[in-house]
């Protein structure tokens, strides 16, 4: 008579995740590291008490998200090149809300080290870095063809939408981890998913290597309570996008399916997302906002 069968022993992450939904957690599960948190329970640290950076802030997406951000109840950092930035800023905090202005150049990386420093002094804490700061030099209002591209084109481009993003992910990196908590968003493109006929080489390989770096950061910083994910905007209203002629504009609502062109507070809504609490099991990822013009 054969030897009846025995029962095979249940895996140490079945018991763990079956005493986690009834309210325990077996010291011998095997998933030592893995830490249940439950929703709903109040942050450790007070969204008002929380600092939140955005470069490019003087105006369009970047103001966009400064503003929803700092209604949200941060204390925000709007950073930019352009002096603008200071009447952006004023402007909103005469409504009561907690906006600083930095004008400065985020391809100058000695100033940006300065700045992380300071922010660091006057607050203790930076939470939330989004990297938004971006250009993109076109010829008579054309793309520039890569084969006339200069190399200095090229590592304006780059060194403004791409490497600045770096540097500040580093300096800030390590503010983030002393806490246990951080948000990372990196503004990529569509330009960044796929072929756009207008964007130039120099962009489109700033806004892809946005995507790769941060997969590589969201990876190494994931055990640190640090979450690093990129948003890719496609057509948002914009002093660029409103330029050209009513066909012009006609032509380019037509191409997207949902009839029409995002707004700068759009995008800041996905941020706030993001910059929150309950995104914290969402990192190494690309959101795409562009009305479904690319779906993937």
């Not at 069968?5 to 077996?26: D, L, N, S, V, Y």
């Not at 700045?115 to 989004?130: E, K, N, T, W």
């Not at 791409?162 to 992910?169: D, I, N, P, W």
């Not at 580093?170 to 806490?179: F, G």
Request: glycine share 12%; with cysteine.
């Amino acid at each position: 008579m054969a030897a009846q069968e025995q029962p095979k022993p249940i895996p140490a992450h079945c018991a763990a995740i079956a005493a986690a939904r009834a309210g325990g957690f077996p010291a011998d599960a095997g998933w030592h590291g893995l830490t249940f948190i439950q929703r709903g329970e109040k942050s450790v640290t007070d969204i008002k008490e929380r600092v939140a950076a955005v470069t490019g802030a003087g105006g369009g997406i970047g103001l966009g998200i400064a503003e929803r951000l700092a209604r949200a109840g941060y204390q925000v950092i709007a950073i930019d090149r352009d002096g603008k930035v200071n009447e952006a800023a004023a402007a909103l905090r005469a409504e009561g809300l907690k906006v600083q202005a930095v004008v400065l150049d985020v391809a100058d990386e000695a100033a940006v080290r300065k700045m992380v420093a300071y922010i660091d002094a006057q607050h203790g804490r930076f939470d939330v870095l989004v990297n938004n700061a971006g250009i993109h030099p076109k010829v008579n209002g054309e793309r520039n063809s890569f084969m006339k591209m200069t190399t200095a084109q090229w590592n304006e481009v780059i060194g403004v939408n791409l490497t600045s993003a770096f540097v500040l992910c580093r300096e800030v990196a390590p503010l983030m981890k002393r806490h246990r908590w951080g948000r990372i968003i990196n503004m990529s493109s569509r330009a960044g998913r796929t072929l756009v006929d207008t964007a130039g080489i120099h962009y489109a390989a700033a806004k892809a290597g946005m995507i790769g770096m941060t997969r590589v950061i969201a990876a190494e910083v994931a055990a640190d309570g640090i979450t690093a994910n990129c948003i890719a905007p496609g057509r948002i209203v914009s002093p660029m996008t409103d330029q050209g002629s009513a066909e012009q504009r006609a032509m380019l609502v037509g191409r997207i399916p949902v009839g029409r062109i995002g707004t700068p507070d759009e995008i800041g809504h996905v941020v706030q997302f993001l910059a929150s609490e309950d995104s914290g099991y969402l990192t190494g990822t690309v959101i795409d906002v562009n009305g479904g013009t690319f779906m993937c």
